[in-house]
């Protein structure tokens, strides 16, 4: 498996309550990715890095924030989380290339009540 | 942006059967389309991908094809295994960078033994 550490795996937290989830690789590759999962939905793209310091907005962008300055780490930040941001969150990781693939962590379970 | 639709979303064969997923994409600068596996409380693992210079690939069980014009690509997978039964996601993605991608809704794949 890829060395991605996505932390807690597991969260509960009250709507409007900030929270921060972190990735963690150990692959040293370029880009780092936030997804999340709903039901019937798919994975869909929240933010993405491109480098230390170098982020840019997904498809369902608004309500979070991201921060990458280390390699190694990229966070996303729910400023004051709402139910409906309740979900699956996964990271993933890749390298640039035309021949490289993204290697997504085990994901991070998030309820606000 | 891109727009994946990915049919059926729930398929059940019997153990040696074929199975067949098809998705469609609306945005012709995609060029890379991957496939991933997703067992219950993981993260989506890559188990095929095909770019758009390509028009199959094949990796033993599972084969890829790519009717760019068309824009639609189908996972073959034959001689099925329980072990097969998973959530199955389709994306598209424009250029080298692996995990922007746009997901289908997944496929829930059932091998009955």
């Known amino acids: 498996d890829a060395g991605i550490t996505q932390s807690p795996r597991h969260k509960v937290t009250e709507t409007g309550t900030p929270v921060t989830l972190r990735c963690h690789q150990t692959e040293n590759h370029r880009y780092m990715y936030w997804y999340r999962q709903d039901p019937g939905h798919g994975l869909r793209l929240i933010h993405y890095?491109?480098?230390?310091?170098?982020?840019d907005k997904g498809e369902v962008s608004d309500g979070y924030s991201v921060s990458r300055s280390k390699t190694e780490d990229f966070l996303l930040t729910l400023e004051s989380a709402t139910s409906s941001q309740t979900s699956v969150y996964f990271c993933a990781i890749s390298d640039q290339g035309d021949s490289t693939e993204a290697f997504f962590g085990q994901g991070t379970r998030l309820t606000v009540v | 942006g891109e727009n994946v639709e990915q049919h059926p979303s729930t398929l059940s064969v019997q153990e040696g059967d074929s199975a067949v997923i098809k998705c469609t994409y609306s945005?012709?600068?995609?060029?890379?389309f991957p496939w991933y596996k997703q067992e219950l409380g993981k993260g989506p693992q890559l188990i095929i991908d095909i770019r758009s210079n390509v028009g199959e690939k094949k990796d033993q069980r599972i084969a890829v094809t790519l009717n760019k014009t068309a824009k639609h690509f189908s996972l073959h997978i034959t001689e099925t295994q329980p072990e097969d039964s998973a959530v199955y996601f389709c994306a598209a993605s424009e250029g080298t960078n692996a995990g922007k991608s746009t997901f289908g809704d997944g496929t829930t794949l059932t091998v009955k033994p």
């Open positions: 945005d012709s600068a995609s060029n890379y």
């Open positions: 890095s491109y480098g230390v310091k170098d982020t």
